[in-house]
């Protein structure tokens, strides 16, 4: 019992970019223990997933029909208890997603194994994971060890570690027919309807020009916003700009907004509140502007400026004009 498996989630033919978060952290989890890493795939019969995860993994196990092309919620946890009874890995890693909120709690309860949500960090010491997970609506962060004999289960939440290009593979392929016994499904995905068609996705973005109440007037954004088109950047920001109504919620991060992981996350009058901090986790380098060179915001970045942000971004403009 020293897997690791890594339920893989894909949506629309398209692999979820958390499925590759987790096979990256499991790797570094089973290097620290001597385990192999599983995927676990369930998909539809035409989609091709395979080359993305062989690579990444020890074993792939893949199931596939019509039927999985969408997320079954009846179908999957089926199929997942039974694999976890019989391999009985000693960790499973499940998105902290849609899907992943509709199958841990079913897998946990079928199991009768402890699970773990919302893990931002995960090791393993003496052969039991510890997580940190936020709780009260992220006002604390917890540290939390399973008890009990392994298995565990826990649900990572997105954009908490990135998506590396490891090398652990080729995976050796395990193709599984959809057991003959299995009860038809209740529920049957008919359609994806994107609730945020059209909006902006920063956590796709590799630069993000984020602004926070130190913006000050919400006319004052359009000047934030020429310097992020000029930079190639997309405009992010605090909670308190969101609440205000001068961007839409799409555009905020922390841990009731976003997760993002940019290469540049350029933060322009954010505090650094640490529901702010939780969502920047995954960024590459950070850079502060801010006028009170005391603001928390400085002992997360690489590169600090305590300026007033409006000479930072004119000179940066100018800079960029000329
Ligand atoms: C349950 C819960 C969930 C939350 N979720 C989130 C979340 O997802 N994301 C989030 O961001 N917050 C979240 N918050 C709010 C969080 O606690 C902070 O209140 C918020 O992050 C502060 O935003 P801010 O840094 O923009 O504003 P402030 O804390 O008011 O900071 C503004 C900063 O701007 C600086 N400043 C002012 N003028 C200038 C200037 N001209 N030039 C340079 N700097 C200037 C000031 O020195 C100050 O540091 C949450 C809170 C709770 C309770």
Not at 150 to 162: E, H, I, N, Q, S
Not at 172 to 192: F, G, M, Q, T, W
Not at 211 to 221: A, C, S
Not at 247 to 253: G, I, S, T, Y
Request: charged share 25%; net charge negative.
């Amino acid at each position: 019992m020293s897997d690791i498996f890594v339920v893989i989630e894909h949506r629309l033919g398209e692999l979820r970019e958390i499925s590759l978060q987790m096979l990256t952290k499991a790797d570094e989890l089973a290097q620290s223990m001597s385990a192999g890493v599983t995927a676990v795939l369930l998909a539809g019969a035409e989609d091709g997933f395979e080359d993305q995860i062989a690579a990444r993994a020890d074993r792939l196990i893949v199931c596939r029909h019509d039927r999985l092309k969408n997320y079954d919620s009846d179908w999957s946890t089926e199929l997942l208890s039974r694999m976890l009874a019989e391999h009985r890995p000693f960790l499973t890693l499940i998105g902290h997603t849609p899907w992943g909120l509709d199958l841990a709690p079913a897998l946990a309860v079928r199991t009768g194994w402890p699970l773990a949500t919302d893990c931002l960090e995960i090791a393993v010491t003496d052969r039991r994971p510890e997580v940190i997970r936020q709780i009260y609506g992220g006002k604390m962060f917890a540290r939390v060890h399973l008890l009990g004999t392994p298995g565990y289960l826990l649900t990572v939440r997105p954009g908490a570690f990135p998506a590396e290009q490891i090398q652990r593979g080729p995976a050796h392929v395990i193709n599984l027919e959809v057991p003959a016994d299995l009860a038809p499904s209740r529920r049957e995905v008919l359609e994806y309807v994107d609730s945020s068609a059209g909006e902006v996705d920063i956590t796709q973005a590799e630069l993000l020009v984020s602004i926070g109440r130190g913006v000050g007037d919400e006319e004052n954004i359009l000047l934030v916003k020429e310097l992020a088109d000029l930079m190639g950047g997309t405009l992010s920001c605090s909670r308190p700009v969101v609440d205000k109504h001068w961007l839409p919620k799409a555009h905020q991060v922390g841990t009731s907004g976003k997760s993002v992981k940019p290469k540049v996350y350029l933060a322009l009058g954010i505090s650094g509140a640490f529901q702010h901090l939780a969502g920047i986790t995954g960024a590459g380098l950070v850079i502060a502007v801010n006028k009170d060179e005391k603001a928390p915001i400085f002992r997360a970045a690489d590169y600090g400026a305590a300026a007033d942000l409006f000479e930072v971004v004119e000179a940066l403009k100018e800079k960029l004009k000329g």
